[in-house]
């Protein structure tokens, strides 16, 4: 029970890091892939990071990927969705 907890809380939230823009202005590096996570969960971890000031897009996009999981106790398939934002605050 602890196990699935601890997934469901990692896998609940969008994570950033910071990073620099291409004009080499600060920014961040948001992140909200998986089967649990959403573009809403990008756009409500930017609102947290830029607040009243707002923020800017800079880059963004979605890549799906075939995945395949092969053990002793058999194999799933599915896919991944990759979602990434780059953003400046203003």
Not at 44 to 52: N, P, Q, S, V, Y
Not at 59 to 74: K, Q, R, S, W, Y
Request: with cysteine.
């Amino acid at each position: 029970m602890k196990k699935l907890l601890f997934t469901l809380i990692l896998t609940g939230c969008a994570s950033s890091l910071p990073t620099y823009a291409p004009d080499g202005g600060q920014a961040h590096s948001i992140n909200c892939s998986g089967t649990a996570r959403t573009w809403g969960m990008c756009y409500e971890k930017a609102g947290e990071i830029c607040k009243e000031r707002g923020y800017e897009i800079v880059a963004g996009g979605t890549d799906e990927n075939a995945l395949l999981v092969a053990n002793n106790n058999g194999a799933f398939a599915g896919k991944s969705n990759t979602r990434s934002m780059l953003i400046k605050c203003k």
